[in-house]
């Protein structure tokens, strides 16, 4: 049995549910490197949330949160998908990824929609899903909205001091 630890997070495999046979079938694993199936994240020996998948290449991971109905979809309350979302990007930056996504994917849903800020994908679209991966550093996405900020207000000597920074910054995460 695998276990990851993500401080202060540990994944731990749960039992697969046989609903999620469909889910199987349709994922696109030609861009990772690796697959977990059913894995509960916990933290301080409670688990707090769950992934039907996490996949991952060398620099970045996804988290998939698959639903076999609509109506299991429809349970799914915004407030979560934003929980789930943000305990992926926690868990992605312990890890050392620098990038992630989360993903929900649901059967029998017509076409591709968002939740909570997140992807929503019908499972038959699955199959050719290309991640849209995100940053996990914080720190890098707040530089970003700055420089995009100074830049409309014409303030380009700012833009560069920031444009430096941020390149230091990345320079030294690598």
């Known amino acids: ?11 731990k495999p749960r039992e697969a549910p046989i609903t999620e046979v469909d889910f199987r079938l349709h994922l696109n694993i030609n861009w990772c ?6 894995v509960v994240a916990q933290r301080n020996g ?12 060398d620099d970045s991971v996804m988290f998939v949160e698959y639903k076999d109905s609509k109506a299991a979809y ?12 943000g305990y992926a990007k926690n868990i992605a930056r312990g890890l050392g990824y620098r990038k992630y996504a989360f ?32 940053s996990t550093i914080t720190e890098l996405d707040y530089m970003e909205k700055m420089v995009a900020r ?6 380009d000597d700012v833009v560069a001091e920031l444009g430096k920074l941020k390149s230091i910054i990345e320079m030294e995460l690598s």
């Open 103 to 134: 993903v929900v994917v649901v059967k029998g849903l017509e076409e591709a929609t968002a939740k909570g800020g997140f992807e929503v994908i019908p499972l038959h679209l699955l199959g050719n899903y290309q991640p849209n991966f995100a």
């Open 74 to 85: 429809k349970g799914l309350s915004t407030r979560r998908t934003q929980q789930m979302g």
């Open 33 to 38: 490197r690796g697959v977990l199936f059913n």
């Open 1 to 11: 049995m695998i276990e990851l630890s993500s401080d202060p997070y540990v994944l």
């Open 46 to 57: 409670m688990a707090i949330v769950e992934y039907d998948a996490i996949l991952w290449s």
């Open 150 to 155: 100074f830049a409309r207000e014409g303030q």
